[in-house]
T-cell receptor
Framework: GQSLEQPSEVTAVEGAIVQINCTYQ??????LSWYQQHDGGAPTFLSY????GLEETGRFSSFLSRSDSYGYLLLQELQMKDSASYFC???????????????FGQGTELSVKP | GAVVSQHPSWVICKSGTSVKIECRSL??????MFWYRQFPKQSLMLMAT?????????EQGVEKDKFLINHASLTLSTLTVTSAHPEDSSFYIC????????????FGQGTRLTVV
């Protein structure tokens, strides 16, 4: 089976740094992605790691350790507009006949306070 | 960038009727599209993988006769919820995979279905 674990909610203040962890257990692994979703909206892509290490995109960074089946999303200089749900997602490889599909975690609701 | 357009954005229908949701890739060709369902405050649950020109692949527990998927062209996939019931009320989202640099997938705007 497939499972991804991430905290259900996190609260932080404006300007702070927050880290959202994700551990996964899947039958195959191609990469770990992070998506942001505001209430009522569609998920938007934030970051992707296929190899171990840190990927930085502006205020957002994502880290992956394949040996630990673990990754995290780091959000810096938090702003009120960052309040949203954040999902980690594992891309399954094609050769498992999975069509390269994404399996999502349960999501972490981030609340940014003034 | 890649744009995925989903229509309608919301729909209300009566129990027993069918509803069709369209998902279009506007500026790229998508041989594969994915359909998800999301209940409030929950994760995106993959329902099926839609393959252009062939049958969709459904996830375990998803009724293929209830959720009909058609991917007749490289830019259009449709999901039809047949004989809808109140428990089918949910947020349905499509996505298409685009590999541009490290970008993974783009999502449609989603369709809020309410069955009364």
């Amino acid at each position: 089976g497939q499972s991804l674990e991430q905290p259900s909610e996190v609260t932080a203040v404006e300007g702070a740094i927050v880290q959202i962890n994700c551990t996964y257990q899947t039958s195959g692994f191609y990469g770990l992605s992070w998506y942001q979703q505001h209430d009522g909206g569609a998920p938007t892509f934030l970051s992707y790691n296929a190899l171990d290490g840190l990927e930085e995109t502006g205020r957002f960074s994502s880290f992956l350790s394949r040996s630990d089946s673990y990754g995290y999303l780091l959000l810096q200089e938090l702003q009120m507009k960052d309040s949203a749900s954040y999902f980690c997602a594992v891309r399954l490889p094609h050769y498992y006949n999975q069509g390269g599909k994404l399996i999502f975690g349960q999501g972490t609701e981030l609340s940014v306070k003034p | 960038g890649a744009v995925v357009s989903q229509h309608p954005s919301w729909v209300i229908c009566k129990s027993g009727t069918s509803v069709k949701i369209e998902c279009r890739s506007l500026d790229f060709q998508a041989t594969t599209m994915f359909w998800y369902r999301q209940f409030p405050k929950q994760s995106l649950m993959l329902m099926a993988t839609s393959n252009e020109g062939s049958k969709a692949t459904y996830e375990q527990g998803v009724e293929k006769d209830k959720f009909l998927i058609n991917h007749a062209s490289l830019t259009l996939s449709t999901l039809t919820v047949t004989s809808a019931h109140p428990e089918d009320s949910s947020f349905y989202i499509c996505s298409a995979r685009v590999v541009v640099k490290n970008t993974e997938a783009f999502f449609g705007q989603g369709t809020r279905l309410t069955v009364v």
